[in-house]
Nanobody
Framework: VQLQASGGGLVQAGGSLRLSCAPS????????VGWFRQYPGKEREFVAG????????DYTDSVKGRFTISRDNAKSTVNLQMDSLKPEDTAIYFC??????????????????WGQGTQVTVSS
């Protein structure tokens, strides 16, 4: 299974971007999907996560109220709508997935599958 992340780009502060994560299989059913970001020289940090079959949605505190994670049943993608972007949101964003029965996951080692990163740059 491979993951394809897309939607990054350059935007001014206060603007919006929408990231999308698509699997190479038909569906994310039974998967937990997370978005992480990485700053230069730093480890990947959790941004948001969702369990495809329901029951878990989570955000890191710094994006609550600004970012929304959702699933698109028709396209079998997990999307991250990012509004009110700030310069400190500038990072490489990665999507990740896991079939682990663990209910939730906020750390990178709880995910087995990773997409390539997509750059998000927010100018001030």
């Amino acid at each position: 299974v491979q993951l394809q992340a897309s939607g990054g780009g350059l935007v001014q502060a206060g603007g919006s971007l929408r990231l999308s994560c698509a699997p190479s299989i038909r569906t994310f059913s039974d998967y937990r999907v997370g978005w992480f970001r990485q700053y230069p020289g730093k480890e990947r940090e959790f941004v948001a996560g969702i369990r495809w079959n329901g029951g878990w949605i989570d955000y890191t505190d710094s994006v609550k109220g600004r970012f929304t994670i959702s699933r698109d049943n028709a396209k079998s993608t997990v999307n991250l709508q990012m509004d009110s972007l700030k310069p400190e949101d500038t990072a490489i964003y990665f999507c990740a997935a896991s079939r682990s029965p663990s209910y939730s996951g906020r750390t990178p080692n709880q995910y087995e599958l990773w997409g390539q990163g997509t750059q998000v740059t927010v100018s001030s």
